[in-house]
Structure formats: structure tokens, C-alpha cells
């Protein structure tokens, strides 16, 4: 059986330009190829933290569901989806007719109450009513004055405000709309105040703290940052095996409430070999990297594992010390001479 010939190296050359063969002695001489000025990069390894990611989303601390807690019909509705409100500012306005008529009658009873305990004192202190007469008159006037402060409280229930600045995201009612307690009117939040929720798997439960620093990545602002761990509830879901944990993030320009997010949690500390992405060529599924050997491109075939931001993680294929070529001036070739400026 004839020999095997070296057909992944022959592949290889197909990938970077053509795997050629003479044809006879009038075949033209192939001209070298011309020298290329490379920028490069001393290939070391380094220890980091080989970490795990978690999914979660980004939510405000601070988010509220505002309902009435009183029946009535809504009069006005001041708030809109998107709308900026500050702290005490009116949102909703309901029918207050019947609870104002409540709270004047209790009014009345209490001034009456009120005239009575200034008239029982004073035929008290002239002996013509007797001691529990006279504490009979101070009850009333404090039955009074609950019913009234009970009303009153009645008719403040009647104006929905804002329980912090914060932004509107979602109207569920408007007006002609009957408000009753438990059915929600408006949702608000607070978007300078972020934090990523995430489930943490019960494996990676003590390897999160409350108070450390943990990086984050929200990929669709490009974003990665370091958020501190604020909350881990101590009992999983029964249903995932998890335990959630809310990390707080800095806030950033492009970073808003919902966005998908990782977590990254350290699991061990690895020695790894990290260089630019950039420097990693793809062709179809091989990777290629090349490197200085005496004064000239030599082409690896070359492993990668994790991307983190603008790095790629090497598993194989490159050695600490190796001179990798990070930019060239000109499309590069296996053994094209090369020189650094």
C-alpha cells in the first residue's frame, strides 16, 4: 500500500493559499513574498480566577406596584409610561364624593363632642353633673375624634402618589376605570439604582459572599463591570436548586432595567495564556495564529477557550516567551519575512 500523504498540512496550505504542485521544468519561479512590518507581543502566562457564569437581569432596587386602597372610580390619571415623577407628586386622582361626606359628618360629630365635654365640664365643676356623666362626654369626644382621623385617612387614600422619584413603566387603569384594593394602577421604578438578579446553582453557593466584588457582563450595552453582592437568600427554590442572589452595579451610560446579564464567579485559580482576539485568525473551523521565528511569520494552529472582553483564552498552540503578531501592514504567508519597527 502506498504511503499516506500529508493531507491535513496540504488542507492547511489549501486554507492559506493553495496547496500547488510543479508543472515540469517550464513552470514559472514563484517570487518570494515581500517583507512585512509586524507589531508583537510576548506570549506569557498568567494567573487568573477561572470563573463560572450565571445568568440573571438586570432590576431596579427600587420598584413598586401602586394600587388603591379604597373602591372608587378614577377621576384623573396624571401618569403615562415613561413620565419622570418625583417623590409626593399626584398620579391618580378618584371619585373622593362619598368618603368627603364620611369625613364631614365625622367632623361634625366630633365638634359636637367637643361642645358637649366643654358644657359637661362646666356643670360639673358648678355640682349639677356627676362624675361619670362627665367621663361619659370625654369618651365620646375620643370616639369622635378616631372616627374622624379614620375618615380622614379615608380621603388622603384618594390621591395615589408617588412613593419615590422614579420613572412610570407601566399604566393599568385609566380614568372611568374602577380602582378597588389589590387591583394595580401603575408600576414605578427607580432606573439610577441597579442590581443584577441571578440564580445562584447550589455548587457555587460558597463561593459567593455578601459584600464582595464580583464582575459583571451586560452584553447588549457592551458593558462589563463590578458589582458588589448585597443579598443571597439562605434557602434554595425547591423547584431549581437555587438560591438567589442580587448583585448592585455602578451605574453606567446604556445600562437599563431588564437587560440580560452574567455573573462571574470564581471557581479556582489557573495559569492560562491570554492574548488579543484580534491576533487569532478563523478559517472555517481552524484557528491561526502566527509568530516570529527567525525573522520571519511562522504559522500555529492554535486552541481557544473563554473570550474575556477584548482577550481570548489560548489552551494550545502558543508557548510563554513566543513573540505572537498582533497587527501586520500586509495580509501574511507561512515564512514571509518579517520585521519589527
Do not use: N
Amino acid at each position: 500500500m502506498a504511503p499516506h500523504k500529508p493531507i491535513f498540512w496540504c488542507l492547511l496550505a489549501a486554507a492559506l493559499g493553495g496547496c500547488q504542485r510543479p508543472h515540469g521544468d517550464s513552470a514559472a519561479p514563484v517570487a518570494p513574498p515581500p517583507e512585512a512590518a509586524v507589531k508583537v507581543l510576548a506570549v506569557e502566562r498568567e494567573r487568573r480566577w477561572a470563573t463560572e457564569e450565571v445568568v440573571g437581569t438586570v432590576q431596579p432596587k427600587l420598584r413598586a406596584v401602586l394600587e388603591a386602597k379604597v373602591q372608587a372610580r378614577i377621576e384623573e390619571m396624571r401618569a403615562a409610561p415613561g413620565k419622570s415623577v418625583k417623590a409626593g407628586e399626584l398620579l391618580v386622582r378618584l371619585d373622593d364624593r362619598e368618603i368627603r361626606a364620611r369625613f364631614e359628618r365625622a367632623r361634625a360629630h366630633y365638634e359636637q363632642a367637643e361642645r358637649d365635654l366643654r358644657r359637661a365640664d362646666s356643670l360639673h365643676r358648678q355640682k349639677s353633673l356627676s362624675q361619670a356623666e362627665l367621663d361619659a362626654a370625654e369618651t365620646e369626644l375620643r370616639v369622635a375624634a378616631a372616627a374622624l382621623r379614620e375618615a380622614e385617612t379615608l380621603l388622603g387614600h384618594t390621591r395615589i402618589t408617588a412613593p419615590f422619584d422614579g420613572v412610570i413603566t407601566a399604566k393599568l387603569a385609566d380614568v372611568g376605570d374602577l380602582a378597588v384594593p389589590g387591583r394595580p394602577l401603575l408600576a414605578i421604578q427607580d432606573p439610577r439604582a441597579l442590581r443584577l438578579e441571578a440564580d445562584l446553582p447550589e455548587a457555587l453557593l460558597d463561593r459567593v459572599r455578601l459584600g464582595q466584588k464580583l464582575t459583571v457582563r451586560i452584553p447588549a450595552a457592551q458593558l462589563t463591570v463590578e458589582g458588589v453582592v448585597s443579598e443571597i437568600t439562605p434557602v434554595a427554590d425547591p423547584r431549581t436548586r437555587t438560591f438567589p442572589v442580587k448583585v448592585d452595579l455602578p451605574a453606567r451610560p446604556g445600562l437599563r432595567s431588564g437587560q440580560f446579564g452574567r455573573l462571574l464567579v470564581p471557581v479556582a485559580e489557573v495559569e492560562a495564556v491570554r492574548v488579543p482576539a484580534s491576533a487569532i485568525q478563523i478559517r472555517g473551523q481552524m484557528e491561526l495564529a502566527y509568530v516570529v521565528e527567525e525573522g520571519r511569520a511562522a504559522l500555529r494552529l492554535v486552541k481557544t477557550g473563554k473570550r474575556l472582553g477584548d482577550e481570548v483564552e489560548v489552551v494550545s498552540g502558543l508557548a510563554a516567551g513566543e513573540m505572537l503578531i498582533v497587527e501586520a501592514d500586509r495580509p501574511l504567508r507561512d515564512g514571509q519575512p518579517v520585521k519589527i519597527p
